[in-house]
């Protein structure tokens, strides 16, 4: 029996490996991902060619964030069989342990119930769909496909990040609260991505000219003092990306308390930062942005590791430009998942502009309001690629808005009920209804209209069509009282 030699290679700076084959044949295994290297894979793991179905449910909801989890929890209180399929072990999205964000925009007492957190800082959420008998979570599974036919998605296929198993489930109604418009893309879905121009919709805020630039991602960090001096290593991998970058403001200081402020080495008079508007001075989390002019979905691994390598390379410039105040400086916690800004949106029947929330458009289907300022990100500083170049916080009149029920379910799929940042809305529109909060109140809309489509046998543009009084009487009755976040950073 010959040697064996196992060569690894890392510098202790979040590494990862998807998998590691040992094999006596010389062969090399098949490359990438496609279906050759999938089947190949699951001969090794005794898995079978195709998903194996399992039971049916009466609603299947994509996506566990706080929009996801509001969805679940009310359609099983409405007695119906829910499977969640979520790909990380914690649920939340954006607020999750993981991440660590609050919600903001309308908060009722489903989103506050599902909101609050553990003293380990994990929402609450998990615990309460556990505790429904007639809820099912797959965490860790990924949807990577879908069966259409005649318009309507009638099951998925989920793939578990550990084992590598796949499922199919069937449902005749689901909910996409993915935030990414997942069930769309895979399903033939009608979708907006990016930004539409001033002239398409006649919004003010919108660009002369539309384009594929979309909102970014941002991974999370915070910083502490060591008792003694904290060695840390060179790192020109990472000072190639940072530059000169010598402020670490915009900490997560602990789950649900984010724009902390944090180390900096102070600049020159001459520096261009110190020309910036007020607003981009302030200590931001989602200052640290980057991903705008890329593909989230084939570039998301891109995307993420340039954002940490900012990190460390600021991080580093900071103790390297200052190391009497900073020796002993430390990053406590750096984020591995970063959190997602809006990028593709579902088209509905209707789409919701900058004008109705600014008027306060009535429609005959509204279901729920929300509530904010208008959010926009403008990425791609000129010099500091990772920061925002400039942000647009407009808190109009302050007042909330009606959200219709045509923005809540697919144009083109005729089962595909939608929740959270990517229902159907223009990118303007689309940077007020993206607050979390805002999401969970789409989603009691999107829970109530899956049991009545389950109830009358009918489709979401049914129920508007011919169950609208009982929709709209039901969502009333489960979202509750609603309270209004604060949530202006000026």
């Known amino acids: 029996m010959g040697s064996l030699h196992l060569l690894a290679y890392g510098n202790g700076f979040c590494g990862r490996c998807d998998a590691i084959f040992f094999s006596r044949d010389k062969t090399p295994p098949p490359p990438g991902a496609d279906g050759v290297a999938r ?3 699951r001969q090794l793991l005794g898995l079978p060619d195709k998903p ?40 939340g999205g954006n607020a999750s342990l993981e991440i660590g964000l609050s919600p903001r925009g309308i908060i009722g007492p489903v989103v506050e119930k599902i909101s609050k957190r553990t003293p380990t800082g994990d929402l609450k959420a998990r615990q309460l769909l556990e505790a429904e008998p007639n809820v099912t979570m797959f965490l860790e599974y990924t949807v990577y496909g879908t069966v259409v036919s005649e318009s309507k998605i009638t099951s998925i296929d989920a793939r578990d990040a550990r084992s590598g198993r796949e499922i199919r489930l069937s449902a005749p109604v689901f909910i996409d609260c993915s935030g990414r418009s997942i069930l769309g893309l895979l399903s033939g879905a009608e979708t ?42 060179a790192v020109p991998w990472a000072t190639e990306v940072a530059k000169d970058f010598c402020d670490l403001s ?56 340039h954002l940490l390598r900012a990190i460390y390379g600021t991080f580093s410039n900071v103790k390297t430009n200052n190391p009497e ?9 750096v984020a591995f998942i970063p959190a997602s800004g809006g990028y593709r949106r579902y088209k509905g029947d209707y789409v919701l502009n900058e004008n109705d929330i600014r008027t306060h458009r ?60 990517h229902v159907s809305a223009t990118h303007v529109a689309g940077s007020n209804m993206k607050f979390m909060g805002n999401g969970g109140q789409h989603a009691i809309a999107t829970a109530v209209a899956a049991q009545l489509c389950n109830k009358y046998n ?20 489960m979202a509750g009282k609603k309270n209004r976040a604060e949530e202006s950073h000026l």
């Open 325 to 333: 105040t900073y020796a002993n400086l430390e990053l406590e916690w």
């Open 39 to 41: 089947s190949w894979r």
């Open 458 to 477: 009918t489709t979401p543009r049914g129920v508007y069509k011919n169950h609208l009084g009982e929709l709209r009487a039901k969502v009333l009755n």
């Open 192 to 233: 907006l991505y990016g930004e539409q121009s001033r002239a398409e919709y006649g919004e003010g805020m919108a660009p002369a000219q539309g384009s594929n630039i979309h909102h970014g991602n941002t991974v999370f960090f915070r910083t502490e003092d060591a008792d003694s001096p904290v060695p840390f290593p």
């Open 250 to 305: 915009g900490q997560l200081i602990q789950p649900c308390f984010e724009n902390g402020p944090g180390p900096k080495v102070e600049r020159t008079e001459n520096s261009p930062s110190l020309q910036l508007p007020r607003r981009m001075a302030l200590p931001l989390t989602h200052f640290w942005e980057y991903g705008q002019h890329l593909d989230p979905y084939t570039q998301g691994e891109h995307i993420r590791d």
């Open 52 to 91: 194996v179905s399992v039971e049916s449910f009466d609603v299947v909801v994509i996506g566990g964030g706080i929009p996801g989890a509001a969805a679940v929890l009310t359609a099983a209180q409405l007695g119906q069989r829910v499977a969640l399929v979520h790909n990380r072990p914690y649920l």
């Open 362 to 421: 009535k429609f005959p289907d509204a279901v729920v309001q929300n509530d904010g300022a208008f959010c926009l990100h403008c990425g791609g500083d000129a010099k500091y690629n990772f920061r925002l170049k400039f942000w647009e916080w407009d808190n109009r009149d302050g007042e909330p808005y009606d959200i219709p029920f045509r923005c809540l379910y697919s144009v083109n799929i005729n089962n595909l009920i939608i929740a959270g940042k």
